[in-house]
Nanobody, 127 residues
Framework: QVQLVESGGGLVQAGDSLRLSCTAS????????VGWFRQGPGQERTFVAI????????VVADSVKGRFTISRDKTKNSVYLQMNSLKPEDTAVYYC????????????????????WGQGTQVTVSS
């Protein structure tokens, strides 16, 4: 399994942007589909966005569609979550998670199907 480290969180105002990064420990990350999940205070961990191992397919939760974009840079073993037009309800700890997949595997929005997790990064959006 790869080790994942998130960065880029912080305290921002509503309407601002942030870019979260998820960096893996080794090149085997190329074989992993990667998802971003978030967990607000007193809430369950929920799916935000997923990108396929090849980077050609993405799925974004309806709650953030049109505002958040997921991408990956294989040369940097990294996956990014660009978050624009942030709202107070986006406040949460954001986690990246990876799972080794085959090229034709469908993308999963279920947190339980991911085996490698980062430690999380806090995003706080003030009104």
């Amino acid at each position: 399994q790869v080790q994942l480290v998130e960065s880029g969180g912080g305290l921002v105002q509503a309407g601002d942007s942030l870019r979260l990064s998820c960096t893996a420990s080794r090149r085997a990350f190329d074989d992993y589909a990667v998802g971003w999940f978030r967990q607000g205070p007193g809430q369950e961990r929920t799916f935000v966005a997923i990108i396929s191992r090849g980077g050609g397919n993405t799925v974004v939760a309806d709650s953030v569609k049109g505002r958040f974009t997921i991408s990956r840079d294989k040369t940097k073993n990294s996956v990014y979550l660009q978050m624009n037009s942030l709202k107070p309800e986006d406040t949460a700890v954001y986690y990246c998670a990876g799972k080794r997949t085959i090229l034709t595997a469908p993308l999963s929005t279920e947190a339980g199907s991911y085996v490698s997790w980062g430690q999380g990064t806090q995003v706080t959006v003030s009104s």
